[in-house]
């Protein structure tokens, strides 16, 4: 078990690589939507429901990755659920119906689902040791991950087919696996430091009601999910309304992502000091409020770099709120709080894609882009009903 200050620099170096491999592949893949959807003739409604295999996949896996966790250990399911992520993000492009991109869609959602709770569960118990709101800085990894994948679909979507940048994508993922894998394999998740006699301790969480308790865990988790909607919605759906409402080029419309996920890398990298300075009470109202304004111009915007700036100060103001969520979560209520909380926002990111493309072929691809500020303004609201509900 690791003790050391190496040790846990060595851990949290591993941990988030896996956050970073995560954002680039998944990156990789939303880059190349609008590819696959003309590749497999879908409409905006059939697109919609083969994303519900990426949702049925994740949210399937989830309920069963904790116990899985619990009984190999939190960094051998991370490894494990980075491989199968790595291969199956050369599916999509293979497949010529809806039907098949569905099901294929339905691995890589397993896939992307089991990693993400298996390696929030590691970076909260590396947090629990270091005894620092370090949380956002994991998910900064992601996003950089995430803008590098973006940026790097845009650059080749005009020279690569869909099929071999993913392929392409695949063998990076393995090799990236193979370098923190041994990390991760040779240590267990370390322990909490034994509090100092005057330090706080958790009796007070624990004196609460359990049923308030679990109600908390589930607000927490319910900003997790308005919040994560959005970053699901951006990543499927972004460069599509670029491309196809405001006539942009493949290439320009993947700067879409690109734009989100570079201000949502800068406000996660700033995070811990944002959180230590504020406190999360005021970081997620703040977030909610700057992410609600960006959306509604990024979704309704008349030109394209407006909508590229509105789709930034997005990014900007979800920043720290998943993170924000998770940490509350778990102080909360532990390890279970932080596997609620994870599931609620990874079903809100996996969810969102779907309703987005009902709502557009109801009515329109802008309007439907507003529904993530309409749930920005709601985390916000909840944000100010709990921020003293438990302690900075």
Known sequence: MPGTSRDLT????AITAFFALDGFLFAGWVVRIPAIKHQTGASAGDLGLALLGVSAGAVLTMTLTGRLCRRYGSHQVTVACAVLLSLSVALPPLTHSVLALGA??????AAYGGINVAFNSAAVDLVTALRRPIMPSFHAAFSLGGMVGAGLG????????PTLHLAGLAVVGLLVTARPAPTLLRHEPPSAPTPAPSAPSAPETSRRPQGRVRGLVIVFGLIAGCTAYGEGAMADWGALHLEQDLDASSGVAALGYTCFALAMTIGRLSGTALLERLGHGRTVVAGGATAAAGMLLGSLAPSLWIALLGFAVTGLGLANLF????ERAGTLAGPNGV???STFGYGGMLLGPPAIGFMADWLSLPVALTSVAVLAAIATLIGLATRRAVPN
């Open 10 to 13: 060595r851990l949290r170096t």
């Open 104 to 109: 294929v869609l339905l691995i890589f959602g």
């Open 154 to 161: 845009g650059l080749v979507a005009g020279a690569l087919s």
């Open 323 to 326: 993170p924000v969520a998770v």
């Open 339 to 341: 596997a609620t909380a």
